[in-house]
């Protein structure tokens, strides 16, 4: 069984960053839009880096990317102890989709602050944070 790809939401989409530490380059060039309803994308707490945290009515742009078990091993490393790789459904051009994200538990959030996409899109490939129709 094929397991459901992942949904990246932060860090990873930057194409440096997902190649150091998937340990492969050219991962970004695989990174398919999507977007996740009902979360938003905020600083986990005391950290320069996001999480998730539901929120009716937001919608958070980012990607997703079909790994196999040796990146996802690497991957889940750089995530660290506090995310939990947690099932969900983001929209694609494809529609609905079964997926996975790491998220860290709402209490470590900072809900106060939302953690700011960057602009060219962190992927380096334009159009990759669009929204899919």
């Known amino acids: 069984m094929i397991a459901p790809p992942l949904f990246l939401y932060g860090t990873l989409l930057d194409p440096a960053v997902l190649a150091r530490q998937a340990?492969?380059?050219?991962?970004?060039?695989?990174?398919?839009?999507?977007?996740?309803?009902?979360?938003?994308?905020?600083?986990?707490?005391?950290a320069p880096y996001p999480t998730l945290l539901r929120a009716r009515g937001?919608?958070?742009?980012?990607?997703?990317?079909?790994?196999?078990?040796?990146?996802?091993?690497?991957?889940?490393?750089?995530?660290?102890?506090?995310?939990?790789?947690?099932?969900?459904?983001?929209r694609a051009r494809r529609g609905s989709i079964a997926a996975?994200?790491?998220?860290?538990p709402g209490r470590l959030a900072a809900a106060a602050r939302p953690w700011p996409v960057t602009a060219p899109p962190a992927t380096g490939?334009?159009?990759?944070?669009?929204?899919?129709?």
């Open 125 to 133: 490939r334009a159009g990759v944070l669009t929204p899919p129709a």
């Open 100 to 104: 996975r994200a790491w998220i860290a």
């Open 23 to 46: 340990g492969r380059r050219g991962l970004d060039r695989r990174l398919v839009p999507a977007r996740l309803a009902g979360w938003r994308r905020v600083f986990l707490r005391g």
């Open 58 to 90: 937001a919608v958070t742009p980012g990607a997703l990317l079909a790994v196999g078990p040796r990146v996802l091993a690497r991957l889940a490393a750089y995530e660290g102890a506090l995310y939990r790789l947690r099932p969900l459904r983001v």
